[in-house]
Nanobody
Framework: QVQLVESGGGSVEAGGSLRLSCVAA????????MGWYRQAPGKQRELVAL???????DYTESVKGRFTISRDNAKKTVYLQMNSLKPEDTAVYYC????????????????WGQGTQVTVSS
């Protein structure tokens, strides 16, 4: 059973915008923090944005002021609005539900999905 389905990626020019969506199954979505992560070629997966079950958001420094994470518990969906995109944002973007220490990439509630590719050209 597919537990995470990411969508909304694409190819845009620098300065453009994209809105990513992630539908989750297999968890009590409203009780879970959710995160967006990305992995660029040759690099480790990194945390981009996190939203707690209470709706508090946190971002990695490089995307603050440009990206916005949000969630719709009724739809079991987490979103990532990405504005003012830069070439260095190019990566495959994934979502997941971190367990324990939320900002570490060590323990997750669900198997990783396929991700969605974001490509930003200069």
């Amino acid at each position: 059973q597919v537990q995470l389905v990411e969508s909304g990626g694409g190819s845009v020019e620098a300065g453009g915008s994209l809105r990513l969506s992630c539908v989750a199954a297999g968890i009590t979505f409203s009780d879970r923090a959710m995160g967006w992560y990305r992995q660029a070629p040759g690099k480790q997966r990194e945390l981009v944005a996190l939203i707690t079950s209470e709706g508090r958001a946190d971002y990695t420094e490089s995307v603050k002021g440009r990206f916005t994470i949000s969630r719709d518990n009724a739809k079991k969906t987490v979103y990532l609005q990405m504005n003012s995109l830069k070439p260095e944002d190019t990566a495959v973007y994934y979502c997941n539900a971190p367990v324990g220490r939320l900002k570490t990439l060590t323990n997750f509630a669900l198997a990783w999905g396929q991700g969605t590719q974001v490509t930003v050209s200069s």
